[in-house]
């Protein structure tokens, strides 16, 4: 019986992870924010023209909002598209599906590091139920695919396929910013404590290579350009004490285990990035693994403390998404402290931990699937796409249609959607090609006398209320408040 139950728990926590990451995927977060906006316009036009947005031919840096996106997460949503089309849902499946993966992974790393089938089984389903792991499996976030590359990377490196490691580890490099800071110390801790050192020396060669065009993109393209402008350096202060802070504020309780990252696209906010009920088995963790230590034990820590200086380099930290890697750590370290609790507590103890870790579930659940949507509506932009789409819809009955700066072209490109080959060759002016123009709502705004004569739709943010005007529509968010305004002359 016991031969059969193990897998058959692994499997149930598969199709768990599958169903918290899958469930209302496109309902919840409620909208597409403008970089997952961006991802999908910029994987659309890859698939129709070979060329980014601005028109350029297969690159290795996507421009986007004055900054670069790295390549990796928009050529597997043009992929995605080509299995779903150009929908909401295809640019959220590659991090979804990286998200059920990791656990996955995971629970074969945990297995390899410490041969134990009961740690690895608890590690993934730590995994599978993490706000944390849960909240960037949800929308089209690239630190998520970088986590599965890199977490699948050191599988293979305790393996010994050392090519194929380094590969993965390059993989997520082409994916996330912030892999460049914690990978080379993850990197050199395996290198130190698991290598063949001779066997290394060609794989090694061929990831450098593999790194040169992202490099050179990364150094001479623009590509620092966010990095710069979010240094910790820009912050007023003592450098040193700044990153001190940075770095230390990832630990903090509050951020852990009660409030999480306070931006509204990286966490409920209502509890921490971990459960409570882990805060107990990261102390037996800690003592476990450092009673006696063992190489399983320095990658475990390496994790959390490599994972979580990305946010310490920037001037906003403690910072959930950047700091993803670490997030894999915490959840070993909570099940390296539950096994041996395991071992030392009577079945009543165990059964009302079980009890806890589903009740803290059920409130993790009903705080995202019923709350979250409507309270951070804003923040993922919710009611653009509605906008765009009601547009595209009476659009045939007007000479112009004036747009106040609320409406991101971005969406306009994606919903109605536009031909990247009319947006390359504009030069990337949406007023050259479309019906609309985008206007100032202040003073001296006056369409009744500009377009007299003419009929014309004018669509204004939501606060902004005009009853001479005649009202055709007033888009709302899923919070309930008004986003647009559509008025017509």
Known sequence: MKKFLLPATFILIIVLAFFLRFYHLTLDPPHLYWDEASIAYNAYSINQTEKDEWGAAAPVLFKAFGEYKFPAYIYLTAASQRLFGLTDFAVRFPSAIAGVLIV?????????????????????FF???????????????????????IVSGIYFFL??????????????????QAA???????LLLLIISFSHTKRLILPLIVFAVVLLPLANAYLFSGG???????????MAGNPVTNLTNNYVANFSLDYLFFHGDQDGRHSVKKIGELYLWQLPLILAGCYVLLRRPSKAGALVFGLILAGSLPP????????????????????????????WLLAKTPKFWRL???AVIGYALIIYLNLYWVNYPAAYAADWQDGQRQTVEYLKRVEGNYSEILVSQDLNPIYIFLYWPVDPRVVQDSGHNEQTFLKFHYVDLGGGFDPVKQYAGRKVLVVTPGWYNNESWTILRAIKSASGDYVFRIYEF
């Open 104 to 124: 996955v992974v995971v629970f074969f790393l945990t297995k390899e590091l410490f041969g134990n089938l009961i740690t690895a089984l608890l590690s993934s």
């Open 127 to 149: 995994v599978a139920v993490s706000p944390w792991a849960l909240q960037f499996s949800r929308a089209g976030f690239e630190a998520n695919l970088a986590v599965l590359l």
């Open 159 to 176: 393996r010994k396929a050392y090519l194929i490691s380094l590969m993965l580890i390059a993989a997520a490099l082409y994916t996330y």
């Open 180 to 186: 460049f800071v914690s990978v080379p110390l993850v």
């Open 224 to 234: 620092r350009a966010r990095a710069a402008s979010e240094n910790f350096l820009n």
């Open 312 to 339: 310490a380099l920037t001037t906003v930290s403690p910072h959930a998404l950047r700091g993803l890697l670490a997030m894999v750590g915490w959840q070993l370290l909570s099940a390296s402290g539950a096994v």
């Open 352 to 354: 009302l931990a079980i």
